[in-house]
């Protein structure tokens, strides 16, 4: 009898039952049991009593709301958290996407299988081909990091007339009207060369005002500055961070005052501004600033309050008081970052951002310009970096030896390759599938925040992985090394658009939790809203929606965790089954630990921000599998890219398990940590870390040139020349670039890897070094049985030549093979002078 009651209970919960069906149902089973449990008749009497008022309190639903939703209300009004003002624009601002799904405990995989294919238009495709390509041509990281601490005229003026600046800018107003994903394309190729020119490149696209003049401007600041933007006539940047307001950016006490003064020769309304601002990108150029300050109205001559609160404007800096041109040196990079200064600035009030009607909305502004800029920026030179490390350290691990072996067949060494190649393409999975929803019309702002912290935190240890591989060769800067700047640039991408601490202990989950859940955000708004019988009825709606909801989550969990997620509905698809099964069994467990942490917490969760943290990375592998998932599928389930998915899913898997396991072990309350544990993981902690194998696979797929490996790096920027005579002379020294890299065919037969450059080099090295390993075995053959006797390299290969164990032809390879050997391996060295300071 007990059995069945509690299949019935859980069969119940696992369907979310409404609050109907669960007094129906009680009806039956109270009744049942009582007489079925031979019970006194004074306790039967007691228990019919409890069922009476349980039907009446929860059957009829306007003594429902009053009493017991009318109750839940007050004690909810009482222990919601205090909610600043900037926080709750930083809440409000954005939209739900996949997150939603992520957080209902039951992800509806074939929406996120049904989303369109991430991809490029024609046009787009071209830009990338040529103009592109052009500009990473142009770029000589050596040069512009370690001799001129900026970027070649040639190349500030390329960029300019070419639109890279106004990517995002509509083609009426003179921009590319790029997609996102064809935005996030460009700045990943141009990072994967210098990371210099692709910050330059981003940040006009990312906060640069041009986001917010597209969003919020007039129609007259547009037609003012958009055209002007789009072709680099005017520098942007935009200011709201500076020594007294870092990461809690809301704080910042730049202000200005509503008064008259003179403009252009007229005495007109407008705004006296003070500020001090560091870390500004572009602003030692920046002909337009954006900033961000408080207003303040103390006559009123704007009438209403005197505190407007924050406010964007657009301020000229030729104009009298405003301070630009001194520089920070972040990590040796060389894009232009500075501090700025204002003092008494008198700017129009047209000059704020949207008008007058915009007066104190700055905050908002930002976070929903911040949602689709961070969507891009950071996730795509993270990707660009990442590709890079991936294909050089795969390549160099085939052509260094140490010990008679390449170093990447080395166990050791199949170790942080396989790190390096299932992150990248986890990583680039993530950004094109959050680009697309940028594209989609989305401003994810849960999404943009998790999507920038694991690809910047992933970059980090990849790019830790690729100089570990590359040992020395990645440590001794100079032209030769293709590794070093952006081991540098690292630290910029975690600390820059949320700093990750913060945005991994109190965005992802604290904003996800009210954000993205199904039922949070309407219990608040009803808590807020002052109507009292439409707040009831809302509130009614959503308690007991959220109630079925968490009994759902709990019996799902349980049963999921029961049969490892065995018999959960997914789509077809051998190899990718088990995860969507296990992907769903996670989501129900997160959003059942979400909505315990929130209940038992409270308003203390804000500041249990370890717990949010882990929270937050349960939320963030969900995002990243679906991301691969999706990845696998779009591109057809290609089988060698099998054991890359499979790495990657398992160990992102595991830290999901790892950090459910870190919220119960450090949860707080008792009763409600042995819950979790027991509807969590009844049978304990069951997955594992990805197995040797995998990894082996892995190492082995990214130190031979071929789909895979292309597929893992695709769209970086691989130097080529236009060298119609050597490849004609000898097409087996040099492989042509993979097919569809260029955009016309017909040219394709044209290009080489060009040789002299570091990159070229190692790609070319990679081939000749698989192309030549018959021949070096001949030679080895012939060391060994005393015919050749020449200690060093090049004089054997001429011993075998005149011997006549190898043709002139195989001698002129291995020659060549040695030389590009040769060139990978060694280093820049400097004479003392030209390292001085200041040279
Ligand atoms: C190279 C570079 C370029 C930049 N470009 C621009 C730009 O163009 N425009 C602009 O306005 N700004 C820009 N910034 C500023 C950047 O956004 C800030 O550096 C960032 O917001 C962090 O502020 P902070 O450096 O003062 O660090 P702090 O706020 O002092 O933070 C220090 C550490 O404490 C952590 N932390 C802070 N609060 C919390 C919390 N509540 N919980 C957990 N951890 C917390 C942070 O995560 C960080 O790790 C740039 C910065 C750099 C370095």
Redesign the pocket.
């Known amino acids: 009898m007990l059995v069945a009651v509690l299949i019935v209970i859980l069969v119940l919960a696992f369907f979310r039952a409404s609050i109907t069906s669960w007094v129906l149902a009680m009806m039956v089973i109270v009744p049942v049991v009582a007489i079925q449990s031979r019970i006194s008749d004074t306790a039967l009497q007691a228990v019919y009593l409890a069922l009476f008022l349980f039907i009446v309190l929860f059957g009829i639903p306007v003594l429902r709301r009053n009493v017991v939703s009318g109750t839940v209300l007050k004690i909810f009004r009482k222990i919601l958290p205090q909610i600043s003002a900037t926080e709750q624009e930083a809440i409000d601002a954005g939209t739900v996407w996949w997150d939603g799904d992520l957080f209902s405990g039951h992800p509806d995989w074939n929406k996120l299988l049904a989303f369109p294919k991430c991809g490029l238009s024609a046009a787009e495709q071209a830009f990338l081909d040529n103009e592109v390509e052009q500009l990473c041509a142009m770029l000589d990281d050596w040069d512009i990091t370690h001799k001129r601490a900026d970027l070649p005229p040639e190349v500030w003026q390329f960029m300019k007339t070419k639109g890279f600046f106004g990517m995002i800018i509509p083609k009426r107003y003179g921009g590319l009207e790029l997609s996102a994903q064809a935005h996030s394309a460009v700045v990943s190729k141009v990072a994967s060369r210098s990371g210099t020119a692709a910050?330059t490149v981003m940040?006009p696209n990312s906060?640069g005002p041009a986001e917010l003049l597209l969003h919020y401007g007039t129609d007259e600041q547009k037609e003012k500055y958009l055209h002007r933007l789009a072709c680099g006539l005017e520098v942007p940047?935009?200011?709201?961070?500076?020594?007294f307001?870092?990461?809690?950016?809301g704080a910042i006490p730049d202000c200005g005052e509503v008064c008259y003064g003179e403009f252009a020769g007229q005495r007109v309304l407008g705004i006296r501004l003070t500020w001090e601002?560091?870390?500004?990108?572009?602003?030692p150029v920046a002909t337009l600033l954006g900033l961000?300050f408080k207003l303040y109205d103390p006559e009123r001559l704007l009438g209403g309050e005197t505190d407007r609160g924050i406010t964007l404007a657009l301020i000229p800096t030729d104009l009298p008081g405003v301070q630009i041109g001194r520089r920070?040196f972040?990590?040796n990079?060389a894009?232009l970052?500075g501090p700025t200064q204002g003092k008494e600035v008198f700017v129009p009030m047209d000059c704020i951002i949207g008008g007058i009607s915009r007066i104190g909305q700055g905050w908002r502004m930002l976070m929903e310009c911040l949602a689709a800029g961070r969507s891009i920026s950071l996730p795509a030179s993270s990707i660009g970096g990442m590709k890079l490390a991936a294909r050089t350290s795969g390549a160099y691990s085939r052509v260094r030896k140490q010990f008679k072996m390449p170093i990447g067949k080395f166990e050791g060494v199949e170790e942080p390759l396989a790190r390096i190649g299932a992150y990248t393409y986890m990583i680039d999975a993530a950004r094109q599938f959050t680009a697309l929803a940028v594209d989609l019309g989305e401003k994810p702002s849960v999404i943009s925040a998790i999507v920038k912290y694991h690809a910047t935190e992933r970059g980090r240890t990849v790019i830790n992985d690729a100089m570990d591989v590359h040992g020395g060769k990645g440590i001794c800067l100079g032209p030769e090394n293709y590794l070093g700047r952006g081991y540098e640039l690292a630290p910029?991408t975690?600390?820059?658009?949320?700093?990750?601490?913060?945005?991994?202990?109190?965005i992802i989950f604290g904003q996800g939790a009210i954000r993205s859940h199904p039922y949070v955000l309407k219990e608040i708004a009803a808590a807020h809203d002052r109507n009292h019988q439409r707040a009831l009825h809302q509130f009614d709606e959503a308690l007991f929606g959220h109630i079925s909801f968490a009994l759902g989550n709990a019996a799902r969990s349980l049963v999921f965790a029961l049969s490892n997620g065995r018999g959960i509905p997914a789509p077809p698809g051998g190899e990718t089954r088990r995860y969507y099964q296990q992907l769903t069994r996670f989501s129900a467990s997160f959003a059942l630990s979400a909505d315990v942490a929130m209940a038992v917490l409270g308003g203390s969760l804000k500041r249990r921000?370890k717990i949010s943290a882990r929270l937050g990375d349960v939320l963030s592998m969900l995002y990243l599998c679906s991301a691969a998932l999706k990845r696998f599928e779009d591109d057809g389930r290609p089988a060698e890219d099998l054991p890359l998915l499979h790495w990657a899913m398992q160990d992102a898997l595991y830290q999901a398990q790892q950090a459910f396991d870190g919220v119960i072990r450090n949860f707080p309350n008792a009763p409600a940590r042995w819950m979790l544990s027991a509807l969590t993981f009844p049978l304990g902690l069951r997955l594992s870390p990805p197995a040797d194998y995998l990894g082996h696979q892995i190492a082995t797929l990214m130190m031979q040139p071929g789909a895979a490996r292309d597929r893992l790096t695709a769209g970086i920027y691989l130097p080529k020349v236009h060298d119609k005579t050597r490849h004609a002379l000898s097409p087996h020294l040099n492989p042509l670039p993979p097919a569809g890299e260029e955009a016309n065919e017909s040219l394709r037969e044209f290009y080489v890897y060009d040789e002299q450059d570091a990159v070229g080099a190692l790609e070319a090295a990679l081939a000749s070094t698989l192309a030549c390993e018959p021949l070096q075995a001949e030679l080895e053959k012939a060391r060994k049985v005393g015919q050749l006797r020449s200690l060093e390299e090049l004089p054997r290969i001429a011993e075998a030549r005149d011997l006549g164990i190898i043709t002139a032809e195989q001698a002129l390879l291995l020659e060549r093979d040695y030389a590009l050997r040769r060139k990978v391996i060694m280093v820049d060295d400097f004479a003392p002078e030209e390292l001085r300071a200041g040279h």
């Not at 940047?237 to 020594?243: I, K, Q, R, V, Y």
């Not at 307001?245 to 950016?249: E, N």
């Open positions: 910050v940040v906060l940047c935009f200011a709201l961070t500076g020594p307001a870092g990461s809690d950016a601002k560091r870390y500004i990108t572009l602003a961000a920070h972040p990590l990079s894009f970052n910029v975690i600390t820059v658009e949320g700093a990750n601490i913060l945005t991994r202990s109190m921000e």
